[in-house]
């Protein structure tokens, strides 16, 4: 939903900004997010899914960017909250419960992106997890050993953004920390990826 979104930022920007906060509000606490849901329940899938949670900081940043709104980063919204994934569990179709914790968007992209952070393999690239935009990747992943150049690039575009729009919101710590942190990962990227 959120890659569909992005065709809208300059044609109906409201409808844009709508479905971005919707988004965040199917984010569980540790910063995965539901794969697909089924409104008005919210029953739906969490995954392991190592590309599903970037969408949101890099679909909020084209917004900002499209628009000039930068106050979007200012919604506060709910998280979801279930028993993580076993290991040996790629899914799991629930009804998650929505937690009494709010966090604005800017929080909920910066989970998302420390999410993935905590989640690189031994080649400093990001884990495959259950699969990443190419969803027929599936079992690269499996066992959590695969690694992602896709989510790779993917990651260090939206660290960098992040980067950018947090020091532009005098969140210097993280600025510099995601300037690093893209830095290190251009460098894994560049030594593997080729």
């Given at each position: 939903?959120?890659?569909?979104?992005?065709?809208?930022?300059?044609?109906?920007?409201a409808?844009?900004?709508?479905?971005?906060?919707?988004?965040?509000?199917?984010?569980?606490?540790?910063?995965?997010?539901?794969?697909?849901?089924?409104?008005?329940?919210?029953?739906?899938?969490?995954?392991?899914?190592?590309?599903?949670?970037?969408?949101?900081?890099?679909?909020?940043?084209q917004?900002i960017?499209?628009?000039?709104?930068?106050?979007?980063?200012?919604?506060?919204v709910?998280?979801?909250?279930?028993?993580?994934?076993?290991?040996?569990?790629?899914?799991?179709?629930?009804?998650?419960?929505?937690?009494?914790?709010?966090?604005?968007?800017?929080?909920?992209?910066?989970?998302?992106?420390?999410?993935?952070?905590?989640?690189?393999?031994?080649?400093?690239?990001p884990?495959?997890?259950?699969?990443?935009?190419?969803?027929?990747?599936?079992?690269?992943?499996?066992?959590?050993?695969?690694?992602?150049?896709w989510v790779?690039?993917?990651?260090?575009?939206n660290?960098?953004?992040?980067?950018?729009?947090a020091?532009?919101?005098?969140?210097?710590?993280?600025?510099?920390?995601?300037?690093?942190?893209?830095?290190?990962?251009?460098?894994?990227?560049?030594?593997?990826?080729?």
């Amino acid at each position: 939903q959120l890659q569909d979104v992005m065709a809208l930022v300059h044609s109906a920007p409201a409808l844009a900004r709508e479905q971005i906060v919707r988004a965040a509000a199917r984010q569980f606490v540790a910063g995965d997010v539901q794969h697909w849901w089924h409104p008005p329940t919210g029953r739906g899938v969490r995954t392991k899914f190592s590309d599903d949670y970037l969408w949101l900081p890099f679909v909020a940043d084209q917004y900002i960017v499209a628009t000039g709104d930068a106050t979007i980063f200012d919604e506060r919204v709910s998280y979801l909250e279930s028993r993580p994934l076993a290991d040996d569990e790629a899914e799991r179709y629930e009804l998650p419960s929505v937690t009494h914790e709010r966090g604005t968007l800017y929080e909920h992209c910066n989970r998302a992106i420390d999410r993935a952070l905590g989640r690189m393999g031994p080649h400093g690239l990001p884990l495959m997890g259950a699969g990443d935009w190419n969803d027929g990747m599936n079992m690269v992943g499996d066992a959590g050993r695969g690694e992602s150049v896709w989510v790779g690039w993917f990651l260090h575009v939206n660290l960098e953004r992040m980067a950018e729009l947090a020091a532009a919101r005098g969140d210097s710590g993280r600025a510099e920390r995601y300037c690093a942190e893209a830095a290190r990962l251009r460098a894994a990227l560049e030594q593997h990826a080729w």
